[in-house]
């Protein structure tokens, strides 16, 4: 029935513990105390609602904390959040695989669930053994996946290693197998982490295609990924976790678009010059003094627009008698790590010189294509023969805000063109 609630989460908490030898401890008592209808936790109150349950031992922490949300049936739900936030967590307390210390959580209907990779996969077993695992445990009769099993190999694209133990299977094919189980045995709410992100683009339409399949039938999903245009594509909600806690739950680009802010904000420090001796390394033979972004007047800059020109500057000064034609290498990271620019000299063909004293370097940018992002510049200064490592240091930032019209990663000016063909007059 379109409408109906498949999902209730309410006020759901979960606590781990950083020492193992506390957790193991911290757990045998709690298992003691559900056995024990007449013990009581700390305070008097009963176990599994009370001080044992809102609030942290020594070295225990809140993974989730409060989250409450709803999911329709036909919904797609993303979840979004920096590593660590707590996604994950959530996806195995909505699966079921770990309790929550506090809250409810009610799911109605088939659960499938892809939420880490090989994850409901016994290594041991073929995949076709593993199949008929996963569909008993959804509580599917064996003639029920006899009726399926052709079409799940088929979906999955490996039939010539189907007969395999799983432990023998690459990343790419236990993500196919996984995708395929988890969304051919007819689920009502589909929990996916970050799946889309292993598989060619051949299996990542398949992927894109059956969701959308399932997505028609009623199926309701919870989708987390990085992929911020992936999860406004698919989510009409997203719930955004910031360390545990529902930072912002509402519509697609309104929470991607705060997700992108936070990461984006620049730290205490002033963005466009860094102090560099923590971070330095190498022979230090020629150091840089200086580093910072500046625009087309030569003012240092924390941040630009999408599109504008920007240079980076180096300031550096050489205690070796003199270098010559040393190597610089740039890598521009984004918030996540990513390379998005990686160059050298040596690659654009140019020789620098020789290095003696006191200098600088820049490297322009005519037009900056990063799209609503923060850059982080990494440098290298090599020697001619890139034997030796002079000089090693990352840490200006710039960030670059973005353009509406856009949601990539970076901004690509283009023209758009519909030429219809004339229609071709036949017979007087």
């Known amino acids: 029935m379109t409408g109906e609630v498949l999902v209730t989460v309410d006020g759901v908490s979960k606590k781990f513990c950083r020492s193992l030898k506390k957790s193991l401890w911290y757990g045998a008592r709690d298992v003691l105390s559900e056995l024990n209808p007449f013990a009581r936790a700390k305070g008097g109150k009963p176990p599994g609602n009370g001080a044992a349950d809102t609030e942290l031992r020594p070295d225990e922490f809140w993974a989730v904390r409060d989250v409450s949300f709803e999911l329709r049936r036909g919904e797609c739900l993303g979840l979004i959040g920096r590593n660590g936030a707590g996604k994950t967590t959530l996806l195995k307390m909505l699966n079921g695989l770990v309790k929550p210390d506090r809250g409810s959580i009610e799911m109605r209907g088939r659960v499938g669930a892809l939420i880490a990779l090989g994850a409901g996969f016994n290594p041991v077993l073929t995949g076709r053994e593993n199949i008929y695992v996963n569909g008993s445990i959804l509580g599917l009769s064996k003639r029920e996946i006899d009726e399926k099993i052709d079409a799940i190999i088929d979906f999955a694209d490996i039939p010539q290693f ?7 299977y690459s990343s790419g094919m236990q993500v196919r197998l996984g995708f395929a189980v988890a969304s051919s045995l007819a689920p009502d709410i ?49 719930l955004y976790l910031k360390g545990g806690r529902v930072a912002s739950f509402g519509p697609a680009d309104q929470s ?8 984006n904000a620049c ?31 030569g003012d240092p800059v924390a941040e630009i627009s999408t599109g504008e020109p920007v240079t980076l500057v180096l300031c550096y000064r050489c205690h070796a008698e003199h270098i010559m034609n040393p190597v610089l290498e740039l890598v521009l990271r984004d918030q996540t790590g990513d390379a998005l620019f990686h160059g050298s000299s040596r690659m654009a063909g140019i020789e620098l010189g020789k290095f003696r004293g006191n200098g600088m370097l820049t490297i322009a940018f005519p037009h900056m294509p990063a799209n609503n992002m923060k850059l982080t510049a990494a440098i290298a200064l090599w020697d001619s023969a890139m034997h030796e490592l002079i000089y090693w240091w990352r840490g200006v930032t710039l960030r670059v805000n973005g353009d509406p019209n856009s949601k990539g990663r970076v901004s690509i000016h283009c023209s758009w063109k519909h030429q219809p063909q004339k229609a071709t007059l036949t017979g007087a």
């Not at 189907?162 to 023998?168: E, G, L, Y």
């Not at 997505?215 to 406004?232: C, D, E």
């Not at 991607?256 to 990461?263: G, I, P, Q, S």
Request: hydrophobic share 40%; charged share 20%; net charge negative.
């Open 190 to 238: 589909l929990l996916l982490d970050e799946v889309l992100a292993v598989g060619d683009m051949g299996f990542q339409s398949k992927c894109y295609n059956r969701l959308g399949q399932l997505r028609k039938a009623g199926t309701a999903f919870i989708l987390v990924s990085h992929n911020m245009p992936q999860i406004t594509k698919f989510c009409g909600k997203i």
């Open 256 to 263: 991607a678009a705060l997700l992108l802010k936070d990461m």
């Open 267 to 297: 730290s205490t420090d002033d963005c466009s010059s860094l102090d560099t001796g923590p971070q330095e390394a190498g022979t230090l033979s020629c150091v840089v003094t200086k580093a910072y972004f500046s625009n087309t007047n």
């Open 162 to 168: 189907i007969d395999s133990p799983v432990q023998n």
